[in-house]
């Protein structure tokens, strides 16, 4: 278990506290309660501005303060409709492989993010997926709303330990089935599955909910410097693999690797989806500072 207090330092809640204001939701639970609605008119009631990023609706810009001060900004509004953001951390085996482990990453990636949905008011929710009793969710948290609650959402992320198997296409399809309300569902792994991730991810951008992805790498997996021979065990399968590597295998693992990477890039950009990849060797503020601003690595 990890302290719970390690996965915020105050230095980074800072940096989250002048993110915050720039993170909205393009979907709504239809649930009730306050949020940044993307939308004019009816009964919504205007709340502050954020700035325009690249893709955002030129309808919403505000263009009378554009006038003044030359820089776009959009408006945001406070509704009655619900928002609900879904973070679904990988803890499979895998995740635990480098130094820092990319685990402690996505633990302060998911921490990050969660604070960023309560300090704006909405709903969040964290699902661990990892194989367990035959489901391959084994954490659902309660649904959590308010600055309050964020003690018991880094202790939903404390908690579990990276270990063991995990479908992460399964994991999205029992997602689903528990929350079929739309929201923000952020998926924050290595990708490192053999299962049909992208396909389960499909289906949940077709039942409207706005998806984000975070790969989490370790250096050593993007700059491989393994050479001999070598008797290798799956973290997750416990099967042991021989292995002769030399620069031919290298090179065939790494475009293995960039055929996944470009995989996730080109279904995130034909589903409007964010995509932000980091490794363990990097400060988290850039790959959440991307995250806001939905860029595509």
């Given at each position: 278990m990890t302290d719970p207090r390690s996965l915020l330092d105050p230095a980074f809640v800072r940096e989250l506290e002048a993110l915050r204001r720039r993170l909205s939701l393009t979907v709504q639970s239809g649930g009730a309660g306050d949020r940044a609605a993307r939308r004019r008119g009816g009964s919504a009631e205007f709340q502050?501005?954020?700035?325009?990023a690249a893709g955002d609706d030129l309808r919403r810009v505000d263009w009378a303060a554009f006038a003044r001060t030359g820089e776009p900004v959009l408006k945001l509004f406070r509704a009655e409709e619900d928002s609900v953001l879904r973070l679904l951390v990988d803890a499979s085996a895998s995740l635990?492989?480098?130094?820092?482990?990319?685990w402690s990453v996505a633990q302060r990636l998911a921490a990050a993010i969660g604070?960023?949905?309560?300090?704006?008011?909405q709903?969040?929710?964290?699902f661990i997926a990892r194989e367990a009793s035959g489901r391959a969710l084994s954490r659902v948290s309660t649904p959590r709303r308010g600055r309050s609650a964020l003690p018991a959402l880094l202790r939903d992320l404390s908690e579990p330990v990276a270990g063991g198997s995990t479908d992460l296409g399964r994991a999205v399809g029992q997602l689903l089935q528990l929350a079929p309300r739309p929201g923000l569902l952020v998926v924050i792994s290595d990708f490192l599955d053999p299962g049909a991730v992208t396909r389960a991810l499909?289906?949940?951008?077709?039942?409207?909910?706005?998806?984000?992805?975070m790969q989490v790498l370790a250096r050593e997996e993007l700059e491989p410097s393994l050479e001999g021979d070598f008797s290798l065990v799956d973290a997750e399968s416990?099967?042991?693999?021989?292995?002769?590597?030399?620069?031919?295998a290298v090179d065939a693992y790494l475009a293995r690797l960039t055929g996944l990477i470009e995989e996730l890039r080109a279904w995130c950009q034909k589903h409007r989806a964010g995509y932000v990849r980091t490794t363990n060797d990097e400060a988290l503020e850039g790959a959440v500072r991307r995250f806001v601003a939905r860029e595509t690595d």
């Open positions: 502050d501005h954020r700035p325009y635990g492989f480098g130094t820092p482990p990319k604070y960023l949905g309560l300090a704006n008011g709903r969040t929710q964290v499909s289906h949940a951008s077709a039942a409207g909910h706005q998806v984000a992805l416990n099967a042991e693999v021989e292995l002769s590597l030399d620069s031919a």
